[in-house]
């Protein structure tokens, strides 16, 4: 929290799917709020974007008191992206980077323990708050299990929840944010040798 006991004003963003979305708390409200649809070139949009947002709110980089990311389970280039702005924001204006998942985010805003957040190829990463320690991927949906789905709920609405959450977490000490992935790469190293050393 701010040292004055006001409620802090953080910017939160996600890239971990097909678009970039930002928002701004301040006040204990969502004061501004952005997303765009986007298959690539989120590298190249986030920062301009939420520049747009804060002009928007009449906020200044400097009036920031955290930033809240999302870290995943998602695409693996667009969560690098997200956490690496994140990182490099928090050390540039000297203020808390607050990483939070998809699954936490699914989880309050549903009100359930037990989250799924789809995955490629038909599969679902499933999170649940009252029995595990970290997420697993699975080939499908448990038939027999209550689920709350990711889908369930706009990307405006995970965002926002992202800034709230680290608000609730911001005296809380926590690493740098650090993206969540449940399942290795699909892409692998090449197994081309590599070009001889010229003497």
Wanted: proline share 10%.
């Amino acid at each position: 929290m701010p040292s004055d006991g006001t409620d802090p004003t953080i910017l939160s963003f996600d890239t971990s799917a097909a678009h970039c979305a930002a928002a701004l708390l301040r006040g204990g409200q969502i004061v501004a709020q952005r997303v765009e649809e986007l298959g690539r070139g989120q590298a190249e949009r986030l920062i301009p974007l939420l520049e747009e947002l804060l002009t928007e709110a009449c906020t200044e980089w400097k009036d920031l008191d955290a930033i809240a990311v999302g870290i995943g389970p998602g695409n693996f280039t667009g969560i690098r992206i997200s956490v690496s702005a994140a990182r490099g924001l928090a050390m540039a204006l000297d203020i808390p980077a607050i990483g939070v998942s998809l699954l936490d985010t699914t989880q309050f805003l549903s009100g359930q323990a037990q989250t799924a957040v789809p995955a490629p190829r038909g599969q679902f990463y499933l999170m649940d708050f009252d029995t595990q320690a970290a997420p697993v991927i699975a080939p499908g949906l448990p038939r027999d299990a209550s689920l709350a789905l990711s889908t369930e709920h706009s990307a405006a609405d995970h965002v926002a929840m992202m800034a709230r959450l680290a608000a609730q977490r911001l005296d809380k000490p926590a690493p740098s944010p650090a993206p969540l992935y449940v399942r290795p790469a699909d892409a692998a190293p090449s197994r081309d040798l590599p070009p001889p050393l010229l003497d």
